[in-house]
């Protein structure tokens, strides 16, 4: 059930200032500042942090696994040559289903967003929030004057394809969305599509979701559609930099000729190469299964504090949660051990929600415990 009372009452906007507005739980709040897109939940495990107990990366625990260490460690013997991703390309394309024309291995998606900013045609870009802020910070770094279309709290942040205006020729909504963890289904965002229209769709968490049932990769069929795909997150790769494009040939070889040479380190391809097989797409498979018990069982204790919402259904490896005075909880969670990730950062939330990973039970129980100590009025002796 979407939350029934939101934190934000703002419904989908188009071209709204950088502030949040005082709420409708708070509503004599002063706004909150503008939001910083640039934080990201690494912030919040750097340095002395990196002792805390990890919710705000959404990375998945214990990875890479030894196989794929394994293959990465083997690609070192090769560093004296030029990389090539002939071989990842055709693996990554041949895993879709897809000719290799229609794959762009990238460092990660945050290289292809600043891609997609720098060389793909758009003078009136919207981007879909609350998401993943990059793709908006590259779009501004390129001089491009974005447009916010902010979903409802109050409707569980699922979207409306007529919230988009009409003019927009590049969209970009994620898939699950990130931080809210909502699954659009795929029919809701093709209704985005539209000939003229960039429609770009952040799919960096679709292979944590069962069956990868709203996935649009494999969709030919979609004029102007571009899907991003991380192989970071279920494999544990955020520091090897490692995700693809997939979309139509000409598109790919708009992208390609912003990228520098040899973008993609050879580790980084033998990666790709690897997680592509029918193997890896198994173990990738069953661990999306895992994920969702374990999201299941996070929500279930989230469930005994009646002062958390928890935005549901929720389809990826984190939850996003609503409570009042999350911030200063946030802090008090950090002295017991434990780093979350603050919503402040996204457009459309503000200082009431805090986003957390999905972790195994036990993590999740501990985590329960801390989490009874700090919020507000709770007994700390």
Known sequence: MPMSRA?????????????????????????????????????????????????????RADTPPNWLKSRIAASIDTLAAYPDGTAARAAVAERHGLAPERVLLTAGAAEAFVLIA????????????????????????????VRRVLLESADGFRLRPDAVPDDADLVVIGNPTNPTSVLHPAEAIVELARPGRT?????????????ESASLAERTDVPGLVVLRSLTKTWGLAGLRIGYVIAAPRTVDALERAQPLWPVSSPAL???????APPARAEAAHAAHRIAA???????????????????????????????GADAVRGRLRELGFAVRRGDTF???????????????????????????????????
């Open 7 to 59: 934190a934000t009452a703002r419904g989908p906007a188009t071209d709204r200032p950088d502030t949040d507005r005082p709420t409708a739980d708070r509503p004599d709040a002063a706004p909150d500042p503008a939001p910083d897109l640039r934080h990201h939940g690494d912030a919040e495990v750097r340095g002395a942090a990196g002792e805390l107990t990890d919710l705000a990366v959404n990375v």
């Open 118 to 145: 720098r060389a793909l045609p758009g003078r009136h870009p919207v981007v879909v929030h609350p998401q993943f802020t990059e793709p908006e910070a590259a779009l501004r770094d390129a001089g491009r004057a």
């Open 199 to 211: 429609l770009v769709v952040d799919e960096a968490f679709m292979d944590a979701v069962p069956g």
């Open 270 to 276: 033998a990666a790709a190469e690897a997680c592509s």
């Open 294 to 324: 374990d999201r299941a069982h996070l929500i279930a204790r989230l469930a005994e504090f009646p002062s958390i919402r928890v935005c549901e259904p929720a389809a990826g490896p984190f939850v996003l949660i609503h409570l009042p």
């Open 347 to 381: 457009p459309g939330l503000g200082l009431d929600w805090l986003r957390l990973a999905v972790r195994d039970r036990a993590t999740t129980d501990r985590f329960v415990t801390a989490l009874a100590r700090a919020l507000p009025g709770a007994h700390t002796d």
